[in-house]
Every structure is written in structure tokens, then in C-alpha cells.
């Protein structure tokens, strides 16, 4: 085991002890310990902190402010009425989001961002990862030319941000996993886009030139904690982007991941990104899986997807449109 993966399990054992005392983890028939269940990661703390907390803890007078005042801002969602001068006709209103209602708590404590390392909860990326990042956002804004431009949550082939990971990171809605345990495998499906990651025990990694998506993961168990380490990304999802987060990350990048069951219904969540081409320094993010109740719905992606053709279909459109306009002008500037 690599020093990295046992400084992270060190670190969730010292978790598991302070927040469950003397918690005893179950076993699975195979004499494993038992993660296997239905967990959300809803939560209303982002990866990185908000720029009106200072410290990674706050009180929880603080929290219920914090919590009070993102209720009202979907409030404030729906509040907008039809034909307002906004613009556009709108995304989806809060019936259909379910980011969480609390903010995240680990350990007691109340967290302002899963980032727990650097101490500022900012994404320690570097210049030129920023600058792909920017390239990609401002590609996307007019790429309509054919599906393989569009992102890979629109194209129903992984969910969006990072939310099948690693590492998991909650998203908008739909923030909800099964993990089903065999004797040599540990599944963990993410409701959004339906993704299943199968992660091998006591394995190897697969060749550098086979790259799956959600990359290469193998896992063993230390004591009651699952720990993981991924590799062989696929390039293709580089760009992790959602309305909660958005980031970069190479195919070259190792993902570290601790799974710990410190009480029957809470799973501490550990992980480290080491991906020097990208990042000035390794981030590390805790979350809480807390138990939730079933079942997880078929999440069927646009129906066969029919929202991507009329995404296409609407460029065509528009594309015409300017072409008519043109048209007109240059017939104007003739006369």
C-alpha cells in the first residue's frame, strides 16, 4: 500500500473513532465489512468555499442562517414570472432540484466546502488548466456543429460534473448511490446518468491504453475501510462541469478514496486528487453518505434522447435564420 493511501486511512480511522466511538462495522456474507445500501450526498456546501466564509467550520447559528437563505434563493426561483424580461424561457423550476437542504457535516462539525485541503477551499489549478477550462466553456457556448461537441452529460454517457466520480461530488439533483458488495468487486451506482463504477479488489490496473470512463479502479480492504486508488482516465472526461463545480483534470491524474461506516447510517467519505500536470498541489475533500430511503429510479436520460436532436435541430434553425438575415442586408446594401 502506497504511504499516500495509508496516511488517508490513518486519518478516517481517527474519523470513524471520534465520530462513532465505539462503533463496531458489520459484515457481508463474504466477511467484509458492509457499505452495501442506498446513501445521498445531498448537501448544500460546494466543493470549494464560498467567498463569505473564512474558515472551514462554522457554528450552527451560522449554518441555519446559511441554510435559511438558500431556501429562500429557490424561492426566489420560482418566483419569476412568465413573460418577465429575463429573457429565455427559463431552466427547470425547483420542483425538479434537490440539491440538499443543510450543509454538509462531518464529524460534528459544519463544513463551508468539501475541500478540506488547501485551508482556503480553493482548487489549488494552475494557469494553463484554467485557460482550458475558460476555452471549454466558451467552445460549448456555440459548438452545434454535431453531438460529439457537446458535453458529455447532454450526450447521456456520464453524469454530469463529477457526481459519478471519483471523486463523487454532489450535484444539483440527484445526488443518490447504491453500493452492492461481491467477494471480489465493490459496485457503486450514481443515480445521475445511471453510472455504475465496478471497482476490483486486490487487482492490478488495467494497460495505460485501456482508459474507461470514470477510469481504472482498484481497491482493498484495511481493517473496516474500503480504500481505492483510479487511474487510466479517459481524456474524454477531462472537463468535469456542473452548475456546483467545474474543474479539469488530466488523464494522467490519481484518485485516492476512503470508504468508512462510522454509524448505521453515515459512511465517511474521504478523497485526494493528485494530478501535478493541472493542479500546483494535491485537493482533498471529505463528505458524509448519509442512509437514504429507496429505490433509485431508472434515471432514463432525455428518453432516448431526444433532447440532443432538438438541440441540433434548433442550431440548424437559427443557423438559417442568420443566413436569411445576411441575405436581406446584403440585398438592402445593394439598392
Known sequence: MSSKLKLGLLLMVLVGQAAAGEYTTPTNVHGDPDLQGLWTSATITSLQRPERFKEL?????QAAQWEKSSGASFEAIDDVSEGSD?????????????????????????????????????????????????????RIQAAFEGPEQRPLGERCIVGFGSTGGPPMLPVLYNNNYQIVQSKDSVMIMAEMNHDARIIRLSDTHLPDNIRPWMGDSIGHWEGDTLAVETTNFNPGQS?????????????????????????KNEIAYRFEVNDPGAYSDKWVGELTLRATQGPIYEYACHEANYAMRNILRGARLAEKTAEKTDDKTAEQGGE
Open 86 to 138: 429575463a429573457g429565455g424561457v427559463g431552466g427547470y423550476n425547483t420542483f425538479w432540484m434537490d440539491p440538499g437542504t443543510r450543509a454538509l457535516r462531518v464529524n460534528g462539525e459544519v463544513r463551508t466546502s468539501i475541500l478540506v485541503h488547501p485551508e482556503d477551499g480553493q482548487l489549488p489549478m494552475r494557469l494553463g488548466a484554467r485557460a482550458k477550462l475558460g476555452r471549454f466553456f466558451y
Open 57 to 61: 467550520v462554522i457554528s450552527p447559528e
Open 239 to 263: 472537463f468535469r462541469a456542473a452548475i456546483r463545480h467545474q474543474f479539469y483534470m488530466t488523464q494522467d491524474a490519481v484518485v485516492l478514496e476512503w470508504f468508512k461506516r462510522v454509524n
